[in-house]
């Protein structure tokens, strides 16, 4: 039997020249803010599972809905050495005694990318659901509607913990499909999957929900509805509608030996879109309440200790073991305990990890939550005001490259020369910032930030990027002055 591993496929994973249909594949082979929508939670009864459904109604309304979206990666411009390549055969042939030229360097562009996937229109106003994987990387966004109108998109925000993101278009009095809630899912519900597969736009596939709450380890909050709905290559980001055509979900991801769909989909839940949209309209980032353990599904943790040749006496066969409460948190300040498990979360019952992940992702810090968990098998109950990752309840705002006020661009070949150095960022601009307040000026040469290597302006921002969802959220700057001194800066993203 083959060995099960996991892997990406998305618009992170785009091919040259030609546009590729995204989605996310786990492979088993081997300030100014804007209201929310209210969602529109199902009134009607859902339909039982019979000989036959009529889905065509569900279909018409979400159809319009689901729109298309290609995204450009433009290709990255590097410097590279190239050598004579006659030098090294022929040498001084006629020994003159020539020196050896040096190695030229050449600049080299990377031809641009194409990706495309699906996306959910939540407002008539033009804001988009997707995924991350689809345009997380994309410096140019094209939506294309049902109707075939074409609008340029651009990121409100988007978030790598849950793999959602928001996009806007211009637009006005679009077809906005009806948010509804997962949690009234039932198994073997029919759900119906609307994407765009394969460039075959407005496509609609119809299946059952297989289960709910599934985790596949791809994503840092993850409480999928799986579906036996086909969903392939270019569904990412699409719809997932029960049969009164309410959104319930973004399908995000297929489980496949081949990487086409192979029975199971996998979409993200509309009580963890709902929250993450909220945030990313009015802060850009998601506010993400944090609990403070860590732990595994009771069942897990029982047949883990079996093998060991214990008999764990937890007083129940479900919930969420405590294996660590982090210091500091705000499950210890609630007196949680290791060992302790955890049952409920206000009134909703808790099995698994994965559900307690959703129903914390449903609130943000400073919310006060009530926890049930067993210890030594007595029910105890506790209030705990959850936090973030900071270890306070202060609203988080993502710290961009204006806030940083630099322009930086790699070293020259007469740079590296002059101070000895193989890489570095060199200021090329500056104003009035936080790079500015910490004492850098232009000339300045950037060498490491947070003990990494910059060698391109993607290495800058990508180190930005992970210090603002540090705990710390820091930057640690080690620079060289234009007269070579060596110096440290230190810029705190909080202040």
Known sequence: MDKKTKTWMGAVALVLGSSMMTAAVVNNKSGQTFPMPEPVVATAPAAAPSA??????????????????????????????????????????????????????????????????????????????????????????TVKLNDS?????????????????LVKIDAKGLPAIKIGNSDNLKLGQWVLAVGNPFNLTSTVTAGIVSAKARTLGANGVESFIQTDAAINAGNSGGALVNEQG???????????????????????????????????????TVQRAILGVQGQDVDKYIDVEKAKGNTPELGTVTGVYIAKVTDGSAAEEAGLEQGDVITKIGDKEVTKMSELQEQI????????????????????????????????????????????????KPVTDEQKS????????????????????????????????????????????????????????????KALKPSGRKVSYFIDLNE
């Open 52 to 141: 036959y459904v009529d889905l065509t109604n569900a279909a018409e309304q979400a159809v319009n809905s689901v729109v298309y979206i290609s995204v450009t990666v433009q290709g990255k411009t590097q410097r590279v050495q190239v050598q004579d390549p006659f030098e090294d055969f022929f040498g001084d042939f006629f020994g003159f005694g020539q020196r050896r030229q040096q190695p030229q360097q050449r600049e080299y562009k990377q031809p641009d990318r194409h990706g495309a996937g699906s996306g959910v229109i939540i407002s008539q106003d033009g804001y988009i659901v997707t995924n991350n994987h689809v345009v997380g990387q994309a410096d140019e966004i």
């Open 149 to 165: 109108r074409e609008f340029k998109g651009r990121i409100i925000g988007t978030d790598e913990t849950t793999d959602l993101a």
């Open 246 to 284: 309410e959104l319930v979900g973004i399908n995000s991801m297929i489980y496949s030996q081949t990487g086409s769909y192979a029975g199971y989909g996998f979409a993200i839940p509309t009580t963890i879109m709902n929250k993450v949209v909220a945030d990313l309209k009015v802060y850009g």
């Open 361 to 408: 992702a449903q609130h943000k810090p400073g919310d006060k939550v009530n926890i049930t968990y067993l210890r030594n098998k007595k029910t105890k109950t506790a209030s705990v005001t959850l936090r973030n990752a900071q270890g306070n309840t202060k609203v988080m705002t993502e710290v961009d490259m204006d806030q940083l006020g630099v322009s930086l």
């Open 418 to 477: 002059t101070f000895s150095i193989s890489y570095g960022l060199a200021v090329n601009g500056i104003r009035r910032g936080k790079m500015m307040d910490a004492g850098i000026s232009k000339g300045t040469i950037l060498l490491e930030v947070n003990d990494k290597k910059l060698e391109t302006t993607e290495d800058w921002e990508e180190i930005v990027k992970e210090a603002n969802r540090s705990a710390d959220r820091e930057l640690w700057i």
